[in-house]
């Protein structure tokens, strides 16, 4: 099957790119990377009657290094991360998460803020952000507005996007040196899309520790004070699996086997954090 007619633009600038999409007379869709919208149009789940291409704009392949933080571009891709043409400021979890996205001609093309934007809950970089304490970036109408990556997806393949908004760009806090993190998904083979995912991430200097449980049937469940999830961390690793059930359980993933599955998950994320 083949995508039904509709008009192509690829605006040279994001005011141009806003002015498009912000005609409430057609239905729009942006392009990135395509690896998500490209199947979508193929098999009429979508029938745009105008496509914009973004991915000729210079601002959102730009990459912004700041004190604390890195600004990265929406139209940067995975392999860009992979890499290292995006500096690595997580001690190599952005790195890592990317390599594991997909397939190598996925990751060329695809980008991160296509990624966030389709809002699957199995998507690597959905959980690695929430994990660092990724931000997004949105420009539309009524000017700029920057949300939690977490906050900004809603639910299952539904992004915080309002009418003729874009999402411009992800912030990245930079981990401190003594920062600890964690990541596993489980997949029956590589390039196919996660049936759980846990995240965890200590920054001592910072305060920060989180936890994160991805591939959920809609957002994920972020647990901001992961502490409670392994005592102190400084003698021998205890997590506790009984918590970690209990909270996922509270979060409305009551399927004793699909929340063992999850937990477990998170357990294995810890444990390399703490003997990588």
Known sequence: MKPVNFDYARPGDVAA?????????????????????GPMLNMRLVQPDLVVDITGIAELRKIEERSDEIVVGACVTHADFEDLRVPDVTRGALPSVARGIAYRAVRNRGTIGGSI??????????????????????????????????????????ADLQPGEMLISVTVPKLSPSARWGYYKSCRKT???????????????????????????????????????????????????????????????T????????????RRAIERAYTA
Do not use: C
Request: hydrophobic share 45%.
């Open 117 to 158: 934007t389709h809002a699957d809950p199995s998507a690597d970089w959905i959980s690695i952000l929430a994990a660092v304490g990724g931000k997004v970036t949105l420009r539309g109408p009524a000017g700029s507005r920057t949300l939690a990556v977490e906050d900004y997806m809603l639910g299952a393949l539904e």
């Open 17 to 37: 790119a806003l002015t498009l999409i912000g005609d409430e007379s057609r239905s729009v869709k942006i392009m990135a990377g395509s690896q998500s919208l």
């Open 191 to 253: 390039g196919e899309f996660a049936h759980a995912i846990g995240t965890f991430m200590v920054d001592p200097e910072r305060g920060v520790s989180r936890a994160v449980i991805g591939a959920t049937e809609s957002r994920p469940f972020v647990f901001k004070d992961a502490k409670q999830l392994i005592g102190d961390g400084k003698s021998e690793l205890r997590f506790d699996s009984q918590l970690a059930a209990d909270l996922v359980d509270a979060e409305g993933m």
């Open 255 to 266: 399927d004793p086997l699909n929340r063992q599955t999850h937990v477990a998950a998170l």
